[in-house]
């Protein structure tokens, strides 16, 4: 019996994935192309990482707030906003626009240059498409992950802090010590793993379905959903994993 296409697809994501991982492991980088991958899946995001952690922020701060100043406990809503952002919203909001934006772009590209027979020119001139291709996608995913991450954790804190601030007259220097004695010294750093992880996954997957396209151009969009699909369930499942190795205890 066949397996499903999807799941063919998504073995040999995980081959070219462990190529690229491997030529990337020997130096075999291309760093004009990764140069401008990262201001693709860096400054070229930032807009829309900073415009969502603002509104994400504020809205979860505003429930946050709203419920435990009814409670009389407004002193503990920037360490619970703390903690919701750096364990499972910011890793994950982060990981949904990366794909939205970069992810989309990374398998429309290579889907359509490999129904345009791109990709069979490339080999054909001896160069290998993985190491071509994917190595700067790859790579350029993980560094700049965490990078968003970082930046939209810090955005949606300091939009919290504002919002509890001018809403429920929290004072900042409440707010900023129940962030500081709520948060754990590897929060942070748990944070970024999960962005890594997701920004590495992300290119793979995005890669995989672009280069795995077959047909006419009509696949490239189908490829490109299917990518997307992917990405967010496979991001899912994963930080379920995550959160209880890094977090259960």
């Known amino acids: 019996m066949k397996a499903p296409r999807w799941l063919q697809r998504l073995g040999a994501s995980l081959m070219i994935g462990g190529q690229a991982v491997s030529a990337i492991a020997r130096g075999r980088i291309g760093m004009v192309d990764l140069v401008q991958e990262l201001l693709e899946a860096g400054p070229g995001s930032f807009l829309i990482v ?15 707030a709203a419920e435990l100043s009814k409670q009389g406990a407004s002193a503990a809503v920037g360490g619970l906003l703390a903690l919701g952002l750096s364990r499972e919203i910011a890793p ?13 772009a990374y398998a429309a590209q290579l889907g359509t240059m490999k129904v345009t027979e791109q990709i069979d020119a490339i080999t054909m001139l001896r160069t290998d498409p993985v190491e071509y291709l994917v190595v700067p996608r790859v790579l350029a995913m993980v560094v700049m992950a965490p990078v968003q991450c970082l930046l939209f954790f810090w955005m949606a804190i300091w939009s919290g802090q504002v919002s509890s601030t001018l809403l429920y007259s929290i004072p900042p220097s409440v707010f900023w010590n129940s962030v500081r004695v709520w948060m754990k010294p590897d929060d942070l750093p748990s944070m970024l793993l999960k962005a890594v992880v997701f920004g590495l996954m992300i ?32 991001v899912a499942l994963v930080d379920v994993l995550l959160t209880q190795l890094l977090f259960g205890q």
């Open 203 to 234: 290119a793979v997957i995005a890669c995989g379905w672009g280069l795995t396209t077959r047909g006419g151009p009509k696949e490239v969009g189908a490829s490109t959903t299917g990518a997307v699909v992917m990405i967010l369930v496979s």
């Open 92 to 104: 994950l909001l982060t990981a949904t626009l990366l794909t939205g934006k970069v992810a989309t």
């Open 50 to 64: 900073l415009i969502t952690a603002l509104a994400a922020g504020t809205v979860f701060n505003i429930q946050v």
